[in-house]
């Protein structure tokens, strides 16, 4: 077996792996095998540096822009998985003014609590990548605007969700959850509606050789599975929560 039929049996397993963790997320609703959910999560960090580990080392190093280039690797999948998380929280925030119940308010903050984190991590690896391709940290591009702007918004829910427990409180941070959305596909489209200077990865994406597509979806695939994990460790605290609460 070849080098490069050896790194495409790896990636196969890898994604096996991933498969099969995400089938027993799906399928079990209450924990067993996974009775404390920080091993859910351990696991996850241990595949995401496996994958990372695997990028750095195997993934070939892009001619122009060099070794910083794998920050792509970080960057745009978080940014897949912000509007992954903004989405269910979205969604979630719509059936509790639906439906005024509880469950929906606790999932829609936590998928947005996660998502935000991985909007602070593209607002950081953005810079990052920027300052040696483009000469400086930050510039008033309309993708990175737009992106600033959803990180404002979904700050004052935050805010909010943290400023009480009132109904009408999960009220008005359920209406705001479902405006904030309204300006993720602003900043997935500003490229296009603005022709700013940042690239359209994903457009784009037929022009990346195989190696980088296949590191690109398994660094996406460990990303999710964080996301995953950190969005039933936080919504278990939310039930727990609310039943310490009922019982004071």
């Known amino acids: 077996m070849n ?95 639906k439906q005024r119940k509880a469950r929906w308010d606790q999932l829609a903050k936590s998928s947005i609590e996660v998502a935000y984190i991985f909007t602070v991590i593209v ?19 309309p993708r990175l605007t737009t992106t600033l702007l959803l990180w404002f918004m979904y700050s004052s829910y935050l805010l909010l969700q943290r400023s009480g427990s009132h109904p009408k409180t999960k009220t008005f941070a359920a209406a705001l959850a479902v405006i904030s959305f309204l300006n993720v596909p602003l900043v997935h489209l500003s490229v296009r509606l603005w022709r700013g200077i940042h690239p359209s990865v994903l457009a784009n994406e037929d022009g990346l050789p195989s190696s980088m597509k296949l590191a690109l979806v398994l660094s996406f695939s460990s990303i999710l599975m964080i996301y995953a994990a950190l969005l039933r460790l936080r919504v ?6 609310q039943k310490v609460e009922a019982q004071t």
Not at 23 to 49: A, E, G, Q, T
Not at 65 to 80: D, R, T
Not at 236 to 241: A, F, G, I, N, P
Request: charged share 15%; glycine share 4%; aromatic share 20%.
């Open 3 to 97: 080098l490069q039929q050896w790194d495409q049996v790896t990636t196969l397993v890898l994604l096996l792996v991933f498969f099969l963790f995400f089938c027993r997320f799906l399928l079990c609703s209450v924990p067993s095998l996974w009775r404390n959910d920080m091993k859910l999560l351990i696991f996850s960090f241990l595949y995401l540096l496996l994958i990372w580990s695997k990028i750095f080392f195997d993934t070939p190093e892009e001619a122009t822009q060099g070794v910083v280039q794998k920050i792509f690797y970080i960057h745009v999948p978080s940014a897949i998985t912000m509007y992954i998380g903004y989405f269910i929280g979205c969604m979630a925030s719509i059936l509790y003014l």
């Open 123 to 141: 607002l950081v690896t953005g810079p990052l990548w920027a300052k040696p391709i483009w000469g400086t940290y930050w510039t008033w591009e």
């Open 236 to 241: 278990d605290y939310e039930k727990l929560k």
